[in-house]
């Protein structure tokens, strides 16, 4: 059974970073296909895509946000963490990690963290 | 700036179809851009439908179903039930990053 939780700070003031932990279990990053993603949701507002490290390393991000975010990986530790740089009120949001795993045909997102809410506020 | 949209708004009857779908601004969607349909409820965290334009998690009850359809991809209820009320949204590959759509919030009425 995958699953993923997230954990960092609920309210990070403006122009701070922000650092975000996924915790999985039940899979591994080292595992051909496999990765984990990052995705936020303002409140009231639609999901947004934003980061994503695969199992060999490779790091993919949203163009409109590369410049503030950096995903790295701990495997010994299951574990995968977004910074975000100068953070603003408009990154207010539930930010979620999910299970990200491709074959040569497919890709899916399957499995999703219950999400943490952070709230950028002086 | 790549802009997925999909209908803001939709309602069914129970026990009706209906059909959503999910457009791209580069122009149409095909498999390479493996759509993914997720269904989120008020307070929950968004679960996963459909993957790669048609294939069903182990989860996805049969009424779900994804496909191609007019340049867009599309998701399908057939027989809808009253808990299919939720946001739906889909999410499309560009060639390393993924975009989701804006959401379409389906009433069930």
């Known amino acids: 059974q995958i699953t993923l939780k997230e954990s960092g700070p609920t309210l990070v003031k403006p122009t701070q970073t922000l650092t975000l932990t996924c915790t999985f279990s039940g899979f591994s990053l080292s595992t051909s296909g496999v990765g984990v993603g990052w995705i936020r949701q303002p409140p009231g507002k639609a999901l947004e895509w934003l980061a994503l490290i695969y199992w060999d390393d490779d790091k993919r991000y949203s163009p409109s946000l590369k410049n503030r975010l950096t995903i790295t990986e701990d495997t010994s530790k299951n574990q995968v963490v977004l910074t975000m740089t100068n953070l603003d009120p408009v990154d207010t949001a539930t930010y979620y990690c999910?299970?990200?795993?491709?074959?040569?045909?497919?890709?899916?997102?399957?499995?999703w963290g219950q999400g943490t809410l952070v709230t950028v506020s002086s | 700036q790549t802009v997925v949209t999909q209908e803001p708004s939709l309602t069914v009857s129970p026990g009706g179809t209906v059909t959503l779908t999910c457009a791209s601004s580069?122009?149409?969607?095909?498999?390479?851009?493996?759509p993914n349909w997720f269904q989120q409820k008020p307070g929950q965290a968004p679960r996963a439908l459909i993957y790669?334009?048609?294939n069903k998690h182990s989860w996805t009850p049969a009424r779900f179903s994804g496909s191609l359809l007019g340049g867009k991809a599309a998701l399908t209820l057939s027989g809808v039930q009253p808990g299919d009320e939720a946001e739906y949204y889909c999410?499309?590959?560009?060639?390393?990053?993924?975009?989701f759509g804006g959401g379409t919030k389906l009433t069930v009425l």
């Open positions: 999410l499309l590959y560009y060639g390393g990053a993924w975009v």
């Open positions: 999910a299970h990200h795993y491709c074959t040569t045909t497919t890709c899916s997102y399957d499995s």
């Open positions: 580069t122009g149409a969607v095909t498999s390479g851009y493996y």
């Open positions: 790669s334009t048609s």
